[in-house]
């Protein structure tokens, strides 16, 4: 850390230089309840004062919402900022639940003026295929992405949710600076292939949900009884019932090493994030998202946390005791490809 800012490191190999934490932004404009947009922005500048350059949004964020919402802040900030948006996840105006995935070349070149236009830039720093359709085949997909580099519409290339072995593919076609995946102390699926295929390619990892949606800060225990009806997490199948009795009993550990540091269960989460990506040898920039200034600081905190061997070791059995999967349909994730 220099002048109270956190430390960079670079996004893969040939990547941008970041913040060693990002910020997601997805919670901003949807799926987490209410939003307070005057909250938000006071939160990017915060962000960025203390280091954070690697914002986080995706095209399907609110519909749009999220990179129309971040388009100011990217207007003053533009060369300070590590600015990553997706494409791939389809929605339609006339059925909220609908969601298809695109990775057509067509759609792609549409996708990204679309998100060019919204953002009011002319260049987007890294940009990921968010979800894959394995009925198009993954040379055509990162073939029209490495074209969007060429034309100087993209820096960067990312995956989202992909295996090891579709890592490689595609890092074959053109090199791929990040893959964001969840990954967290409750979703560790993305260290069986992934992590290793990241690490020998030199591609960084950004893990997303890193404080599981926020359950493993303790913010809520059941997302069924506790969260507004706007929030994602009261249908996702970990955070209600029986199984977010059971979670919420596994973090008892996180609790106790948070109290023994003087931190918090969401900093020993992120702590555990980074540490766990050095014993894999791993280039890791987490983006928890947050929508206040306070919780963004408080996270920052993660970053001076050292988590001892022993109090790893009593972080790692929790993730194989999770009960329930990450999302209702499992079939769009890489888990499910692996
Ligand atoms: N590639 C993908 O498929 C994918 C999927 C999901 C998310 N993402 C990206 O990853 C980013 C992060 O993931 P996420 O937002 O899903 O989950 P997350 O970072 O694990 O958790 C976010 C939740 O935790 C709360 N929170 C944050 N800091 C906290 C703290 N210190 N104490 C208590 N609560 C805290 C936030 O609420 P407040 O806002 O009220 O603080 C929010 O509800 C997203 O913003 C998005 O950009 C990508």
């Known amino acids: 850390m220099t002048d109270n800012k956190i430390a960079t490191v670079e996004l893969g190999s040939g990547g941008p230089q970041v913040g060693v934490q990002g910020l997601g932004c997805m919670g901003m404009s949807e799926f987490y309840g209410d939003t307070d947009e005057a909250a938000a922005r ?6 960025l004062g203390a280091g954070v350059t690697l914002f986080d949004t995706a095209d399907i964020y609110g519909s749009g919402a999220n990179e129309t919402f971040l388009a100011p802040f990217v207007g003053a900030h533009r060369d300070e900022i ?46 990921y295929m968010h979800r894959r359709d394995p009925s198009v085949p993954l040379a055509e997909s990162v073939g029209a992405m490495a074209e969007l580099v060429r034309q100087g519409k993209v820096k960067h290339l990312g995956l989202s949710e992909v295996t090891g072995a579709e890592l490689r593919e595609a890092h074959a076609v053109h090199p791929i600076a990040a893959l964001q995946s969840e990954w967290s102390l409750f979703s560790r699926d993305v260290e069986r292939s992934a992590v290793p295929a990241a690490v020998e390619l030199g591609v960084a990892l950004v893990p997303y949900s890193p404080l599981g949606r926020g359950f493993l800060t303790g913010a809520f225990t059941d997302a069924g009884k506790e ?112």
Do not use: C
């Open 42 to 47: 006071e939160t990017l500048e915060t962000a």
């Open 82 to 127: 590590t600015l990553a948006t997706k494409y791939a996840i389809e929605r339609r105006d006339d059925d909220p639940h609908y969601r298809g995935v695109r990775n057509d070349p067509a759609y792609i070149r549409q996708a990204v003026e679309n998100s060019l236009r919204r953002l009011g830039t002319d260049v987007i720093d890294l940009y």
């Open 227 to 338: 969260l507004a009806g706007n929030d994602f997490r009261k249908f996702q199948p970990r955070f209600t019932g029986d199984n977010a009795k059971t979670n919420a009993a596994l973090l008892e550990p996180v609790h106790k090493i948070a109290a023994a540091h003087g931190a918090t269960a969401a900093q020993v989460a992120l702590a555990w994030v980074q540490q766990r990506a050095q014993v894999h040898g791993l280039t890791v920039v987490p983006i928890p998202g947050t929508r206040k200034s306070s919780r963004l600081l408080e996270n920052l905190g993660a970053t001076r946390l050292t988590l001892s061997a022993e109090e790893l070791a009593l972080l790692e059995p929790i993730a194989d005791k999770v009960a329930g999967d990450r999302y209702p349909d499992m079939s769009n994730t890489a888990t499910a490809r692996e």
